[in-house]
């Protein structure tokens, strides 16, 4: 077997591990988040860089972190994307895997738990957490997507 031939499956595999990684992630998300797309009608934030709106759909984005995720949806107002997201499903999931991704990318890691958090906060925050060494295990979030995975 030369290299190649080795190299190709076993990049297969990492990437299987970590789109594996992902489905399993947003799933729990999208439990906590709206009873698995049961109940998506989020509170809107009283304080706040999202003050004022409400997250949208199953995986409960927020409308700004969904502009900062595509330019498609920089125009639209709130209740423009909302109406979009439920008419096309897809397109939510693709908006959620993207923005997994990113926090991925960002934070360096593939544990849910790291992931949520930073789903909560945002990029920002939980790098800025994440970096000083906050404990966040004890994170109400981070307990939801935890117990979520032994479900």
Request: proline fraction near 3%; avoid cysteine; charge should be positive.
């Amino acid at each position: 077997m030369n290299y190649i031939e080795y190299i190709k499956p076993v990049q297969e595999i990492k990437e299987y591990v970590l789109d594996h990684s992902k489905i399993k992630t947003l799933k729990v998300i999208a439990k906590i988040e709206s009873n698995d797309g049961k109940n998506t009608l989020h509170k809107k934030l009283n304080s706040g860089m999202h003050e004022g709106s409400s997250a949208i759909g199953k995986y409960g984005l927020m409308p700004l972190t969904i502009k900062d995720i595509d330019d498609r949806f920089k125009a639209l107002s709130d209740e423009q994307i909302r109406f979009k997201l439920n008419r096309n499903p897809e397109l939510e999931f693709d908006l959620a895997s993207k923005y997994y991704d990113i926090l991925r990318e960002e934070l360096k890691t593939t544990d849910p738990g790291k992931i949520g958090y930073g789903w909560l906060v945002g990029v920002t925050g939980a790098k800025k957490a994440l970096k000083i060494g906050k404990n966040i295990e004890n994170h109400f979030h981070v307990k939801k997507i935890r117990k979520a995975l032994k479900d």
